[in-house]
């Protein structure tokens, strides 16, 4: 198999250029182009005699056009009846004094079936701190003990306790409206 080199084939000496042909006239553009060009010079003499003759007419016109744009019409007065007696008018606020209920609230932590278990989440409370009690309560279903931390005056302190708690992986305590 016999390598070409096709860069020393482009250079070759026997290369022959066709000959040279006239270039025909392009037919269809010259016939294109008159037929623009007349009908722009019959567009032009048909506009030839519609311009207004006299141009003062027009200047008038324009000034008389601006002058209707310039002046506006006067703003009508508005009367408000509010505005003449609004002054005169006073509102009379009686406020009573409502008696608030001293809500005090109660967290619970837990609620166990064995004192142990109660004792032990008791325990894991006082190491954040904080002084929990355990109390027993007889139901239907037998003798439960709640882990329970408060009385607290305000809902933001016993959030706070809780928030501590939290932090201390001791999870499931609920704020309630209790009084014991």
Request: proline share 6%; aromatic share 8%; net charge positive.
């Amino acid at each position: 198999m016999a390598h070409k080199d096709y860069v020393a084939r482009g250079h070759s000496s026997k290369k022959q250029t066709p000959p040279l042909s006239k270039p025909s006239l392009p037919w269809l553009r010259i016939i294109i182009t008159l037929i623009l060009v007349l009908g722009f010079s019959y567009f032009l003499w048909s506009i030839k005699g519609t311009a207004p003759e006299n141009t003062t007419d027009v200047i008038v016109i324009k000034q008389q056009a601006q002058s209707e744009k310039d002046t506006l019409p006067e703003i009508p007065q508005e009367e408000w009846e509010f505005i003449r007696s609004l002054p005169e008018y006073t509102v009379e606020i009686v406020q009573k004094k409502q008696d608030q209920p001293i809500v005090r609230r109660l967290m619970q932590c837990g609620s166990f079936r064995k004192d142990s278990q109660a004792q032990q989440l008791k325990a894991n409370i006082a190491f954040q701190g904080l002084e929990a009690q355990v109390r027993s309560s007889k139901g239907t279903s037998g003798v439960w003990y709640r882990v329970i931390l408060g009385p607290y005056e305000s809902k933001r302190e016993a959030e706070q306790d809780r928030h501590t708690l939290q932090r201390a992986k001791i999870n499931g305590c609920k704020i309630w409206n209790w009084n014991l």
